[in-house]
């Protein structure tokens, strides 16, 4: 019994973080690997914060030699919360960029910046919601590293993160208001965020393990700092043996 009550106690507490609130998750970085005009690479993942669980689609494609496109999905979606059914907070993201890359003899560097459109929305209860349209820019420099079997990568995103108009009920109890106001204020916010993946290649898919991070301390924002996911992404266009 003793051996019990501490594992149901630890999972009491994983269900009641995953349901509670929060006003921004940074979405994985994606750090590609390019080398040649034509590279195309798909990727799905399933991420995981303090406060959430989430799919994440991810793109690149390379239409000429050193330039690429890309675009990214961050779905954290819940219809519970959004139907108000349950407490919580319901978070999507996505964003497009355009970027340049160097091939380099066991993997590439990369230059990217783009733009991002999200919608957030939180129940609290007793018809106290709030929601928010978040537009972010960001520029990503990057490097990536790829042999026979094995491939990671590293990138700094610089992000600008603006809430471009947002409804709230101000019968929401604190500290949430708080949070909501301390936000307004801030708002527009400069954010870097540190992305490492690392994984296993058996052509043409790739297996990785991805952690990304807010560096600043955002306790009175009440983001989600940290984002880790398992990804699977597949690599089309590249020649056989590279």
């Known amino acids: 019994m003793k051996k019990i009550l501490p594992f149901v106690f630890a999972m009491a507490l994983h269900f009641v973080a995953l349901s509670q609130t929060y006003y921004y998750a940074l979405n994985s970085l994606n750090i590609p690997c390019l080398a040649q005009k034509g590279d195309l690479v798909l990727g799905l993942g399933w991420s995981r914060g303090n406060t959430f669980n989430a799919v994440e689609f991810q793109g690149v494609y390379s239409p000429l030699r050193h330039f690429a496109v890309m675009g990214n999905y961050f779905s954290a979606r ?33 230059l990217f910046a783009g733009f991002g459109s999200g919608n957030l929305f939180s129940n609290y209860g007793s018809d106290r919601t709030a929601a928010f349209d ?34 709230v009920s101000y019968s929401i109890e604190a500290p949430d208001i708080q ?30 393990l991805n952690i990304s991070s807010i560096f600043p301390n955002t306790s009175n924002w009440n983001f989600v700092r940290l984002n880790t996911s398992l990804s699977v992404a597949v690599d089309f266009g590249r020649k056989s043996g590279k």
């Open 78 to 110: 819940d219809k519970n919360v959004r139907q108000k059914l349950e407490n919580g907070t319901d978070f999507s993201l996505w964003e497009v960029g355009v970027g340049l890359y160097e091939q380099l003899p066991k993997g590439s560097a990369s």
């Open 179 to 208: 949070y909501i106001q301390n936000v307004e204020k801030s708002s527009p916010m400069f954010l870097p965020e540190l992305g490492i993946q690392a994984g296993m290649r058996i052509k043409p898919v790739t297996l990785s």
């Open 134 to 167: 978040i537009r972010r820019w960001f520029l990503q420099p990057g490097l990536s590293y790829r042999s026979n079997y094995f491939q990671a990568g590293l990138a700094l995103r610089l992000t600008h993160l603006a809430y471009s108009s947002g409804i």
